[in-house]
């Protein structure tokens, strides 16, 4: 895939997010994709759900180019294909109660359900990401960022997607409720088989969602590996850096930076 973004310069080269980006998801797999901020990581998660319309390639589900369907067979397909943002207040309407927040999914993608069938689902759906019943009525300003957030998972999970983007769900929560939502996380996908597309930065996180890790550098995959053997044998001089660069838990463990210096230039290259 390839996606470029105009210049936010007046007169500047486009910027190139994705550069020749190519990746498989298996069923019921977290494959973690890490790299630092404006790598292009959160720009892919939104391109495979065709929230970004990509400049070349395709985006394939199924073995169904989702480029090429119309508005309302994409509209159906997304029932499949769900997302959690990484601020959950953000991706919330302040004005409508949990219970319609949640609800929204099952009223554009099965109509026919009945209203009482359908609050039976929310309640179910909140239950299950645990929230009590009585958070249908509240406001998402009058839940905590944890509880925002297993509010977002909820509307992700009620059509029974197969496939999820989680765009750093856990960085703006503190370390308790981060490891609560990603416990929750893998509860969940071990109940539905959905595949996860984890887009995060933190190398711990990754280290302990995922299955497969690749990792971007510039709008660029330069490295996907097992996790474990990522860890233990980098490959590439980037996945070192990021290595080298992670805090241990432990204070008195030291790790040795190692730097990387590659290509600086994310604008397309000038013609010839």
Do not use: C
């Not at 404006?38 to 929230?51: F, I």
């Not at 503190?174 to 416990?183: E, K």
């Not at 539905?192 to 887009?199: C, H």
């Not at 995959?221 to 241990?248: C, K």
């Amino acid at each position: 895939m390839v996606k470029t973004f105009a210049s936010r310069v007046r007169g500047g080269d486009p910027v190139r997010a994705l550069r020749g980006v190519s990746l498989a998801i298996e069923e019921g797999e977290t494959l973690a994709v890490i790299g630092e901020s404006g790598s292009g990581k959160s720009t892919l998660g939104r391109a495979v759900l065709r929230l970004l319309e990509v400049d070349e390639g395709a985006v394939r589900f199924d073995g169904t180019d989702i480029g090429s369907l119309s508005p309302e067979a994409m509209r159906a397909k997304r029932s499949e294909m769900q997302i959690v943002f990484q601020e959950p207040y953000e991706s919330l309407n302040p004005r409508l109660s949990i219970g319609a927040i949640v609800a929204e999914p099952l009223e554009i993608h099965q109509p026919q359900l009945g209203t009482q069938e359908i609050r039976k689902q929310v309640l179910a759906t909140l239950d299950r990401v645990g929230l009590p019943g009585d958070a249908a009525r509240r406001l998402p300003g009058e839940l905590s960022g944890g509880q925002q957030q297993r509010v977002g998972i909820a509307r992700a999970i009620i059509s029974r997607p197969r496939f999820m983007v989680l765009d750093e769900p856990t960085s703006s929560l503190d370390l308790s409720i981060r490891a609560q939502i990603l416990s929750l996380l893998a509860e969940l996908q071990e109940d539905y088989k959905m595949a996860y597309l984890f887009v995060s930065h933190d190398m711990h996180t990754v280290e302990w969602v995922s299955d497969r890790i690749a990792v971007m550098y510039l709008g660029e995959i330069v490295e996907t590996a097992p996790t474990r053997a990522l860890f233990d044998t980098p490959e590439h001089p980037y996945t070192r850096t990021l290595l080298s660069a992670r805090l241990s838990a432990d204070p008195r463990e030291r790790h040795a930076y190692q730097a990387f210096v590659g290509d600086t230039s994310v604008v397309t290259p000038p013609s010839a």
